[in-house]
C-alpha cells in the first residue's frame, strides 16, 4: 500500500491513479490529520509526501515519522514545488529517500517509486558487520553507530555507506555508486550522490570525514592521512 499525502486533489488523485493503474494500491490523504489516522491503521510500504500542507508541513511529518520505531524505515519520497537545493537537502535531512520537484511527468513518477520499492525490497540482509574507524554498521540490527553512539540513517544513506564499507580504499566512481545505491546508470542523477553524501558526512559528525572527494571520478573511504591529491 502506498500513501500519498497531498492537498490538491488534482495532484492527489492523478498520482493515485497512476499508481493504481500500474499496479499499486494507493490511497490519499489531504493533509497531516487524516494521514496520522491512516498510519494508525495500517503502516504503508511508501509515502509520496508533499512539503506544504495545510496543517503541519511534510518536514514535520517525515520527522515524526523518523522518530517512531513503526515507522522509522519507511520509504519516503518528498514532493516540493521548490527546486532549489537548500530544499532538496532540507528533505533528505530529515530523512526522506527520494524526491520529487514539481511539476514533474508521470512516468518520471512511476519510475522513482519503483527504485525505491525495489531498494526497499533488496535491502541487505547479510549477518556481517561492518567496520571503518570508528564506524559500525550492524546489518543483523540495522543499526549504524560512530564511536558506541547510534546515528540515525534512512534507507539511502544507510545502503550509500554499506557499498562504502564494502569497498574501504577503493576508488567508487558515480557510475558504480548509482548502480550499487541507486539501481541505475543514469548520471543525471549524479547530484543526488552529492547531497547524500554531505547529509551522510553530517550525520556521522567527525568520523564522516573518511568519505573522500575524489576529484572527477567520484569518492573512496580513506583515513584522512592517507588522501593524495583529493578534496574531501
Not at 497512476?18 to 510500504?45: C, H, M
Not at 519507511?74 to 524526491?99: C, F, N, Q, R, W
Not at 546508470?185 to 568519505?211: N, P
Request: glycine residues 8%; hydrophobic residues 40%.
Amino acid at each position: 500500500m502506498i500513501y500519498i499525502v497531498e492537498d490538491d486533489a488534482s495532484i492527489r488523485e492523478l498520482e493515485q491513479y497512476a499508481l493504481q493503474t500500474n499496479g499499486y494500491p494507493a490511497t490519499g490523504f489531504a493533509d497531516g490529520a487524516s494521514f496520522w489516522v491512516g498510519i494508525r491503521e495500517k503502516v504503508p510500504d511508501l509515502v509520496i509526501l508533499d512539503v506544504m500542507l495545510p496543517d503541519e508541513d511534510g518536514y514535520q511529518i517525515l520527522g515524526k515519522l523518523r522518530e517512531n520505531a513503526a515507522t522509522r524505515t519507511v520509504p519516503v519520497i518528498m514532493v516540493t514545488a521548490k527546486t532549489s537545493e537548500i530544499d532538496v537537502v532540507k528533505g533528505l535531512d530529515h530523512g526522506a529517500d527520494d524526491y520529487l520537484c514539481k511539476p514533474f511527468g508521470i512516468m518520471e513518477f512511476i519510475s522513482r517509486v519503483k527504485a525505491v520499492l525495489r531498494r526497499a525490497s533488496t535491502a541487505p540482509v547479510s549477518a556481517s558487520t561492518l567496520r571503518f574507524g570508528a564506524i559500525v554498521l550492524d546489518d543483523v540490527a540495522r543499526t549504524v553507530t560512530v564511536s558506541g553512539e547510534p546515528v540515525e540513517l534512512t534507507f539511502k544513506e544507510y545502503s550509500l555507506l554499506h557499498f562504502f564499507l564494502e569497498h574501504p580504499g577503493e576508488v567508487l566512481s558515480r557510475e558504480r555508486i548509482m548502480k550499487a545505491v541507486w539501481d541505475t546508470d543514469d548520471l543525471l542523477e549524479s547530484r543526488t550522490i552529492d547531497m547524500h553524501v554531505r547529509t551522510l558526512r553530517q550525520k556521522l559528525g567527525d568520523a564522516g570525514e573518511v568519505i573522500c572527494t575524489v576529484r572527477k571520478v567520484g569518492y573512496k573511504l580513506a583515513a584522512r592521512d592517507a588522501e593524495d591529491g583529493e578534496d574531501g
